[in-house]
């Protein structure tokens, strides 16, 4: 058990703030206690260098990002291809999910709108012929029926 130096109150824990006196303490620091990531496998690092778990060096740029959120980077980069331009929106949404997110809970709804997207485009076509064939063949059997009746 640890004790505030400002004031002898015994300190449950380790608060930031002594609860009888409210002088800070040696506790914990939430900004300090930032999560960081392997940019090379999205496992917990510690304040290493490298990684505990796969031995790589974090890239600068990645070591503060959420570990990788789904896989629709290269889906959307086809669909944007393919459906251009209404397919852009897959891949703006799978880009922003890996690179501009700024939580895990952010990216992983981004990339669930991605796959959306992704599904919309590539299932609509099909409905749509689908439905287009199946509507001109009624068209044929009616106006078929209508001039044998003539």
Do not use: D
Request: proline share 6%; aromatic share 14%.
């Amino acid at each position: 058990m640890s004790f505030c130096k400002q004031c002898g109150a015994p300190l449950e824990g380790e608060p930031r703030f002594c609860s009888q006196c409210g002088s800070a303490t040696n506790g914990p620091n939430p900004a300090a206690e930032e999560k960081r990531f392997c940019s090379n496998c999205g496992a917990p690092m510690e304040r290493g260098v490298y990684c505990s778990q796969c031995g790589a060096a974090p890239r600068r740029s990645c070591v503060l990002h959420q570990p990788y959120v789904g896989g629709w980077l290269v889906w959307s980069i086809i669909t944007a291809i393919v459906f251009f331009p209404l397919g852009l929106g897959a891949l703006a949404f799978s880009l922003a999910a890996r690179f501009v997110a700024s939580s895990y809970a952010e990216a992983k709804s981004l990339s669930c709108c991605a796959f959306l997207w992704n599904l919309a485009m590539w299932i609509l076509p099909i409905l749509i012929v689908l439905f287009g064939t199946i509507w001109i063949l009624c068209h044929f059997l009616f106006f078929g029926v209508f001039a044998a009746l003539l």
